[in-house]
């Protein structure tokens, strides 16, 4: 089954403790994402990769990090989360071909930051 | 201004209503024009996607692009209760991965 995973799916930790929220797809995609979900704001965009070793940043990548060592991995790194970090995160992965949009959204992961 | 505008709603229509969902974008730059559905507690879905201007259908479903205004929209016919879920419009232009998403717009359909 095509899928895109998220682990954890619900945490809560304290500010500056750092944390890593993994991503991984089995659809052998090219591209993938992290997004933020907040009400009133929509989904905004932290990070994307187009490959392996190639990342950039979205529209909010100011206190996250991210590595792309695997295809089919994509970590979130938050080095030192603060309170205005607690949000509902998504990863997401696509083929990102020209003639056809594919992108896969995981379960969510819901982050308290105390 | 918001880069792309999306009226949040909630909207709430009858079963067998045609919806219309919009968004406005200030970026001329755009050229890849998605909608996406979330139903409660879950991720967005892919419902349709369309490049550049024109039109595009898939059953129920119609999307709308019109460049020149700058305004997209989604056509959802014979709504259903199981259509009740938020809908987010998003973005991008070439030569990258950059999405830009709409706050999303609540639809409820009652039966």
């Known amino acids: 089954e095509a899928q895109v995973t998220q682990n954890p799916r619900y945490l809560i930790t304290v500010t500056g403790k750092k944390l890593t929220v993994t991503c991984s797809q089995n659809?052998?995609?090219?591209?993938m994402s992290w997004y933020r979900q907040d009400p009133g704001l929509g989904l905004r965009q932290i990070y994307y990769s187009m490959n392996v070793e190639v990342t950039d940043k979205g529209d909010v990548p100011e206190g996250y990090k991210v590595s792309r060592k695997e295809k089919r991995n994509f970590p979130l790194i938050l080095e030192s989360p603060s309170p205005n970090q607690t949000s509902l995160y998504f990863c997401?992965?696509?083929?990102?071909?020209?003639?056809?949009?594919?992108?896969?959204f995981g379960p969510g992961t819901r982050l308290l930051v105390l | 201004q918001k880069e792309v505008e999306q009226d949040p709603g909630p909207l709430s229509v009858p079963e067998g209503a045609i919806v219309s969902l919009n968004c406005t974008y200030s970026?001329?730059?755009?050229?890849?024009f998605m909608w996406y559905r979330q139903y409660s507690r879950k991720g967005p879905e892919l419902l349709m996607y369309?490049?550049?201007?024109g039109n595009k259908e898939d059953g129920r479903f119609t999307a709308q692009v019109d460049k020149s205004s700058k305004y997209i929209s989604l056509f959802i016919r014979d709504s259903q209760p199981s259509d009740s879920a938020t809908y987010l419009c998003?973005?991008?232009?070439?030569?990258?991965?950059?999405?830009?998403f709409g706050a999303g717009t609540r639809l409820f359909v009652k039966a």
């Open positions: 997401a992965s696509s083929r990102g071909t020209d003639d056809q949009e594919t992108q896969y």
């Open positions: 369309t490049y550049s201007s």
């Open positions: 659809m052998n995609h090219e591209y």
């Open positions: 998003a973005m991008r232009g070439t030569g990258g991965f950059k999405t830009i």
């Open positions: 970026n001329s730059a755009f050229q890849y």
